[in-house]
Nanobody, 124 residues
């Protein structure tokens, strides 16, 4: 059974940090580019970051998160992480991970697997 599970979402104060995890089972992440997307209430889902498969191409960061978020992957654990620092209220959203073949295009429709999402709330 294919599963793609996010965790690590929480309520955090502005300026705080969180690390999101995306763990896959039932398939190997080795040949997939893994992206993190987010969707805030009333807004469209947007790409936040993406890490390619086996260094095939460039890692992607949305302008809004550059310098604050870092994506990484541990293929041995079949897991991808998103380290989020200096969080802002506008980072509040449900965060999803998704897998697309090999390269980061961050085209939503190209993703083959999606997780169920984890809530990140940044508020004082």
């Amino acid at each position: 059974q294919v599963q793609f599970v996010e965790s690590g979402g929480d309520l955090v104060q502005p300026g705080g940090s969180l690390r999101l995890s995306c763990a896959a089972s039932g398939f190997s992440l080795d040949y997939y580019a893994i992206g993190w997307y987010r969707q805030a209430p009333g807004k469209e889902r947007e790409a936040v970051s993406c890490i390619p498969s086996n260094n095939e191409g460039n890692t992607y960061y949305a302008d809004s998160v550059k310098g604050r978020f870092t994506i990484s992957r541990d293929n041995a654990k079949n897991t991808v992480y998103l380290q989020m620092n200096s969080l802002k209220p506008e980072d509040t959203a449900v965060y999803y991970c998704a897998a697309e073949p090999t390269y980061c295009t961050v085209v939503i429709g190209r993703n083959e697997y999606w997780g169920q999402g984890t809530q990140v709330t940044v508020s004082s």
